[in-house]
């Protein structure tokens, strides 16, 4: 068993001990096995050429008698003399002390300063909060005004119990927060409860600030943006310090973020002290889960701990159900670790991996953050990461403080890993993604303007655009020549209607009983927790019995079966606008902006045997999932569809589905690693007759990230035909890795599917092509979201509207341009 090898652990070292681990699976093949990186000495600078105040270096000269690392000093003399600064050093690398010395310096030096530190999840603030107090205890000046001070430095966010709070808003000088909160319950009341901690704030901390993209980084953007403004309103211009251990050119990404202009600490400029590290890519005959869990057993079985990343909480939970009681259960040494936990179970968790009680996390990317979770000696990847950014995330795990580490990949069985596996050299090649963060997201930036303007009191002249940032400025100006009107600037309460981690319905909590376990967010709940579903969490089995909407609430009921729910959604596309097209005779490739809806047709389940035991037809009562988002469409005019239905007959629809599968999953290859969770596609068949596929950000209003593939479709679809020819898979049904699709029973061809790719290649290579380049109009555009015109009778309809008013058309249909 796990537990009894763990507490037998010998002092082999990691790599070898790993080794050996691979050499006793069988059946397991090594894909990749390059040489270990060798590990790094650490650079120093003396503690005497540090600006930092006395008492600072008294603790320091104690901890610390070689110096601080190079990266630290530089960071720190940045801060110290009020330059904003962006530190990107490896993992494990003493970043934290890059924001919290000087904060507290600042308190050493001015009893009344103040410092807010952001990090994106409570359990990391949480983590964060006792290492400063650790420190606060070992500086005399800062330890005496503590004792005087309660509070003094404070967690403040959405776990802080009410009681605590006023006592929080008058003491707390060095404040440790969300990017929720920051929005919610700071600067919403930052004249009633927080002006003496604006007027005297001086620093401003933005961990892992990679974090900070997509949807949630445009939400934060303002959000700081609107900080920015609140302080300019108490005479304060704090200094802005951010950290990150993999961000694709920072200075940029934190400019973009924030709105000022920031220096950066390099990756090349990094002085600690690094560990040996080494990878593996492997592979199996078997399932990759299957692979992947045997591995992870094994390698704790061999004395070592391991955090074995998953692609989704539902793998993770499987996982976990599928190893023995006596390792899961009474004190077992196995967990999962996801999303959707209580903090009182992440934490306990969090806990285990430290007193090494707990020997293997089967995790998903909730575990990539710098949490302090002890020594990790193995992180194994089933499923390559889908960014370099996790990637190194994920490695970074293990090695840390200098000591031995390893990571081992096991590629899936999809287009995308498969085609890494056969060119790992490629794969480890790429570089850092840049980040997505579309700023120009309307429904975004004009919810945070509603904002914005009830923080100056409703007057929007108040407003100062070299504070809030050119977008809310555009919209300012827009508002002044009568150019833009919209709902949200009307909202009695607009704080409460921006959720900034999803622009769609907010969580639903998971309840036993009277007891709250998690949350699920509504994108999942159609997907995990629909009315019927075996929902699995934390290792433990859930019947829903029901989901009460009103409430946002899921009923749970304690279940003990072994078998599996599966549901069956369905996905309609809406064509909203075309802006901007590159028409061949034979196709059509634009940037568009669509609606995508899915609804919940049916719910199996299944026996351990794969066998169906019952069926529930119908939507179960569940609402559908709504996103509009933007993306790119390839359209395929009816000259070419005729002459390949002629050609393929049956096999025409099946092809095009494992086309749109191709090109959905080798994606990242053209537009460069991007998160999996970050994009989809769909196929529709317009109104015109004319059949689609949708590539499309999976963010609400879009980010642009699948705008890429406007420009890039050519090569797109070169790298599928490469993929269907170098699969070894026999029969022209395929395999996973090629044409078939484990999610649908739909058969597909794959002499047909190259065919029809075939076709598509040979038309962007040799039809001349009509390129209309649309220019966006913001005024247009966000007048647009209230007002579109019924295709029926022309009549002006509200976006929110179910029907025209004049004729009674569907909204479904409203808004749809050819």
């Given at each position: 068993m796990i537990l009894k090898a763990a507490t037998n652990r010998t002092n082999r070292r990691v790599m070898e001990t790993v080794q050996r681990t691979l050499a006793a699976q069988d059946g397991l093949s090594i894909l990749y096995d390059p040489p270990p990186e060798p590990p790094k000495r650490g650079?120093?600078?003396?503690?005497?050429?540090?600006?930092?105040?006395?008492?600072?270096?008294?603790?320091?000269?104690?901890?610390?008698?070689?110096?601080?690392?190079?990266?630290?000093?530089?960071?720190?003399?940045?801060?110290?003399?009020?330059?904003?600064?962006?530190?990107?050093?490896?993992?494990?690398?003493?970043?934290?002390?890059?924001?919290?010395?000087?904060?507290?310096?600042?308190?050493?030096?001015?009893?009344?300063?103040?410092?807010?530190?952001?990090?994106?999840?409570?359990?990391?603030?949480?983590?964060?909060?006792?290492?400063?107090?650790?420190?606060?205890?070992?500086?005399?000046?800062?330890?005496?005004?503590?004792?005087?001070?309660?509070?003094?430095?404070?967690?403040?966010?959405?776990?802080?119990?009410?009681?605590?709070?006023?006592?929080?808003?008058?003491?707390?000088?060095?404040?440790?927060?969300?990017?929720?909160?920051?929005?919610?319950?700071?600067?919403?009341?930052?004249?009633?409860?927080?002006?003496?901690?604006?007027?005297?704030?001086?620093?401003?901390?933005?961990?892992?600030?990679?974090?900070?993209?997509?949807?949630?980084g445009a939400n934060v953007a303002c959000v700081l943006r609107r900080l920015r403004q609140v302080c300019a309103e108490h005479g304060s211009q704090p200094c802005f310090v951010a950290t990150s251990a993999t961000v694709c050119d920072p200075?940029?990404?934190?400019?973009?973020?924030?709105?000022?202009?920031?220096?950066?600490?390099?990756?090349?400029?990094?002085?600690?002290?690094?560990g040996r590290r080494k990878f593996w890519m492997v592979g199996s005959a078997d399932h990759y889960y299957d692979t992947g869990r045997k591995l992870a057993s094994a390698l704790a079985a061999a004395g070592l701990t391991?955090?074995?990343?998953?692609?989704?909480?539902?793998?993770?939970?499987?996982?976990?159900?599928?190893?023995?009681?006596?390792?899961?259960?009474?004190?077992?040494?196995?967990?999962?670790?996801?999303?959707?936990?209580?903090?009182?179970?992440?934490?306990?968790?969090?806990?285990?991996?430290?007193?090494?009680?707990?020997?293997?996390?089967?995790?998903?990317?909730?575990?990539?953050?710098?949490?302090?979770?002890?020594?990790?000696?193995?992180?194994l990847c089933i499923g390559l990461p889908p960014t370099m950014m996790s990637l190194w995330q994920r490695a970074g795990r293990a090695a840390r403080g200098g000591r031995e580490g390893a990571t081992i990949l096991i590629p899936a069985d999809t287009p995308i890993d498969t085609h890494y596996a056969d060119h790992p050299d490629e794969f480890f090649g790429r570089d850092q993604e840049p980040l997505a963060l579309n700023l120009t997201n309307q429904r975004i930036v004009c919810q945070h303007y509603a904002c914005a303007v009830q923080e100056v009191g409703g007057d929007e002249d108040r407003l100062r655009p070299q504070m809030i940032g050119s977008e809310l400025a555009r919209v300012q100006e827009l508002r002044r020549?009568?150019?833009?009107?919209?709902?949200?600037?009307?909202?009695?309460?607009?704080?409460?209607?921006?959720?900034?981690?999803?622009?769609?319905?907010?969580?639903?909590?998971?309840?036993?009983?009277?007891?709250?376990?998690?949350?699920?967010?509504?994108?999942?709940?159609?997907?995990?927790?629909?009315?019927?579903?075996?929902?699995?969490?934390?290792?433990?089995?859930?019947?829903?019995?029901?989901?009460?909407?009103?409430?946002?609430?899921?009923?749970?009921?304690?279940?003990?079966?072994?078998?599996?729910?599966?549901?069956?959604?369905?996905?309609?596309?809406?064509?909203?606008?075309?802006?901007s097209t590159i028409d061949y005779p034979s196709l059509r490739v634009a940037h568009v902006a669509i609606d995508v809806s899915e609804f919940l047709v049916a719910v199996t389940e299944k026996d351990p045997t794969g066998q169906t035991v019952r069926t529930w037809q119908g939507s179960q009562g569940m609402p559908?999932?709504?996103?509009?988002?933007?993306?790119?469409?390839?359209?395929?005019?009816?000259?070419?569809?005729?002459r390949l239905l002629a050609g393929l007959g049956g096999d025409a629809f099946g092809s095009l589905q494992a086309t749109e599968r191709l090109l959905c999953s080798l994606f990242p290859t053209v537009a460069g690693p991007c998160d999996a969770q970050d994009f989809s596609s769909g196929i529709e068949r317009l109104p015109s007759g004319e059949y689609a596929i949708f590539l499309y950000d999976l963010v609400y209003d879009g980010v642009g990230l699948t705008e890429a593939a406007v420009a890039t479709i050519g090569q797109l679809v070169g790298n599928s035909l490469e993929r269907l020819d170098a699969c070894s898979c026999p029969g022209d049904e395929g395999c996973f890795r090629c044409v078939a699709n484990p999610r649908?029973?739909?058969?597909?061809?794959?002499?047909?599917?190259?065919?029809?790719?075939?076709?598509?290649?040979?038309?962007?290579?040799?039809?001349?092509?009509?390129?209309?380049?649309?220019?966006?109009?913001?005024?247009v555009e966000l007048q647009s979201e209230t007002a579109l015109s019924c295709r029926r009778c022309g009549a002006t309809v509200r976006a929110d509207s179910r029907f025209c008013s004049n004729c009674g058309e569907p909204q479904e249909e409203v808004g749809q341009c050819l």
């Open positions: 650079s120093f600078r003396p503690l005497a050429e540090s600006s930092l105040a006395p008492v600072i270096l008294r603790y320091l000269e104690g901890r610390h008698p070689d110096g601080l690392f190079r990266h630290q000093h530089e960071a720190i003399e940045g801060v110290l003399q009020g330059r904003n600064l962006v530190v990107a050093t490896r993992t494990s690398s003493g970043k934290s002390l890059i924001y919290s010395l000087p904060a507290l310096d600042a308190i050493c030096r001015d009893p009344q300063a103040t410092a807010l530190l952001i990090y994106p999840q409570k359990a990391l603030a949480n983590d964060q909060l006792i290492k400063l107090q650790a420190l606060m205890d070992q500086i005399a000046p800062v330890r005496a005004l503590a004792a005087r001070k309660p509070f003094l430095a404070s967690r403040y966010d959405g776990s802080t119990a009410d009681s605590l709070r006023p006592t929080i808003r008058q003491n707390a000088q060095i404040l440790i927060t969300n990017p929720d909160m920051l929005h919610l319950g700071i600067l919403q009341h930052h004249h009633r409860h927080w002006a003496r901690f604006f007027a005297h704030l001086q620093l401003v901390a933005i961990d892992e600030c990679h974090e900070y993209r997509g949807v949630f200075g940029r990404h934190l400019e973009r973020l924030t709105g000022v202009e920031f220096e950066s600490i390099a990756p090349d400029q990094d002085g600690s002290i690094q391991v955090l074995a990343f998953c692609p989704s909480r539902i793998v993770a939970e499987r996982m976990l159900a599928r190893l023995p009681r006596s390792e899961t259960h009474d004190g077992g040494c196995v967990r999962v670790y996801r999303a959707g936990l209580s903090a009182e179970q992440r934490e306990a968790i969090e806990q285990g991996l430290r007193d090494r009680s707990i020997r293997l996390v089967f995790a998903t990317s909730a575990l990539e953050l710098g949490i302090d979770i002890g020594t990790i000696d193995v992180t020549q009568g150019r833009v009107n919209r709902e949200e600037f009307y909202r009695a309460d607009p704080h409460a209607e921006v959720s900034l981690r999803s622009a769609g319905e907010g969580a639903y909590s998971l309840v036993v009983g009277e007891d709250k376990i998690g949350e699920i967010d509504s994108f999942h709940l159609l997907r995990e927790s629909y009315r019927n579903a075996i929902y699995r969490h934390g290792g433990q089995v859930f019947r829903v019995k029901d989901v009460i909407r009103g409430r946002r609430q899921v009923r749970l009921q304690r279940e003990y079966a072994r078998n599996e729910t599966c549901p069956f959604i369905q996905k309609k596309i809406r064509l909203k606008q075309q802006y559908a999932h709504r996103l509009p988002t933007e993306g790119a469409m390839l359209l395929i005019r009816p000259p070419l569809w005729s649908e029973d739909q058969r597909a061809s794959k002499a047909a599917t190259r065919q029809l790719l075939q076709a598509i290649a040979n038309a962007l290579r040799d039809e001349a092509p009509t390129v209309i380049r649309a220019e966006r109009d913001w005024a």
